[in-house]
């Protein structure tokens, strides 16, 4: 069965043949995007040996070259940890492949993902804003990584949506401080994540690498459903992989009050945040590279650019007779999503009324975090919508433009949360 479920309704109307070369373009990028299947493509077991990874998923110059082989005679227990929105279908990649060889585990999904798993246990939280199923889940997270032993192999898996799911206020803040500072920034100030991202690590028992110091004890491959970095350097400096919470981070309490002062957060925040910060105590803070770096660990980033959801789908619009450009990439398209839509919507109008700056029959691509500043407002809705409709308003009357916007890990948006 495909991804887009509605497929029959987007067909009925409208430009019927581009729909349906946008609906085939979608479906093949989307399953790209699968981690379920992303993280079958990085794991290969025969009988006792365990092959995980390799030079396709490992950033570039990592110290250790090659993929991780394990002889599962020689390991004992074996746990997969982790969180994200959508991050189920790495952890059934795993339960399938390991078999009765896998002890169990935790992930940390969003409220709303059906269940998949058998021996993973699954624990439902709040995305963007965490709520007390993200504490719940990292508690129990904490619990079996207490019991660790030298023997012992840990997976784990982290993907979108990590930085609310996988949250466990500091001691001496609580859970609705850290609700309120993040709603102020993200939501009512539209700041991005990567400003946002110092602030969480340094309020937090489990993010900037901290959960790596949990499971220390074991031998640790951490998959990431995320696209691999150019080079190992890359992903220790890159503020871009700051969100994943079993790299390090070389952030300080100092950047997370700077930050908070940038974006006008500081002085609405709760007293018990500002006193954490202010205070910044050393023992606390986040994990560094050097100490990264002495741990007993692979890291294997389970999308490769080359697979990655917008080169897929590039070849397959290609495959059906289309030209192709990609406007921006994950890290170029940090602007406001309506902004974004309209963006776009007009190149597509130049290009289909005088051939400028793209020749039709031609398919635009870009990926990327979109913001969407909502201020005091309340509501249902996402990036990709708030996309659409911006699009929709430039375009209506156009004859043979088909646009489309969809995230790749989960629901458009936070759903009900602010309703």
Known sequence: MGRILNASTLLDHGHRAGRRLMLDIL????????????????????????????????????????????????????????????????????EETLG?????????????????????????????????????????????ARELRPDDLVFTLQGNGTGSLLTLPA??????????????????????????????????????????????????????????????????????????????DETTFADAVERMHKWDVWETAPQAVRDYLTRGDQRHETLKNAEFEAMRSRVFFIFPPELGMVPTARARAEQLGLRTHVLFDNYTMLVEASQAGRIVANLALRSEQAGDPFTPPVALLSSGEMLVTVGQARGMG??????????????????????????????????????
Not at 59 to 66: D, I
Not at 122 to 127: F, L, P, Q, S, W
Not at 136 to 144: A, D, N, Q, S
Request: one cysteine or more.
């Open 382 to 419: 996402g990036r990709n919508q708030e996309y659409g409709v911006s699009a929709a308003l430039e375009i209506g009357g156009a004859r043979r433009i088909v646009m489309a916007s969809v995230d790749s890990d989960g629901t458009d948006g936070p759903g009900h949360q602010f309703v």
């Open 171 to 248: 001691a001496g803040v609580s859970l609705e401080d850290v609700r309120q500072v993040v709603y102020t920034f993200q939501i009512e100030r539209g700041g991005p994540t990567v400003d946002l991202i110092p602030i969480r690590n340094h309020l937090d028992r489990m993010k900037g690498g901290q959960f790596s110091r949990c499971l220390q004890l074991a031998r640790v491959v951490h998959l990431i459903a995320f696209y691999r970095p150019p080079s190992y350097a890359e992903m220790l400096a890159s503020p871009n992989y700051r969100w994943l919470h079993t790299l390090p």
């Open 100 to 144: 009765d060889r896998l002890t169990g585990g935790v992930v940390i999904d969003k409220h709303g993902t059906p269940r998949c798993l058998e021996r993973i246990e699954v624990v439902y939280g709040a995305h963007p804003i965490p709520d007390e199923g993200c504490a719940r889940g990292c508690e129990r997270i904490l619990e079996i």
């Open 27 to 94: 479906e093949a990028g989307l399953r790209a995007a699968d981690p379920y299947y992303a993280t079958l493509g990085a794991l290969c077991r025969h009988g006792d040996m365990l092959t995980v990874g390799g030079d396709l998923y490992a950033p570039a110059h990592s110290p250790l070259p090659g993929p991780e082989v394990i002889d599962l005679r020689r390991v004992g227990r074996i746990f997969v940890l982790g969180a994200g929105k959508g991050i189920q279908g790495a952890a059934r990649a795993l």
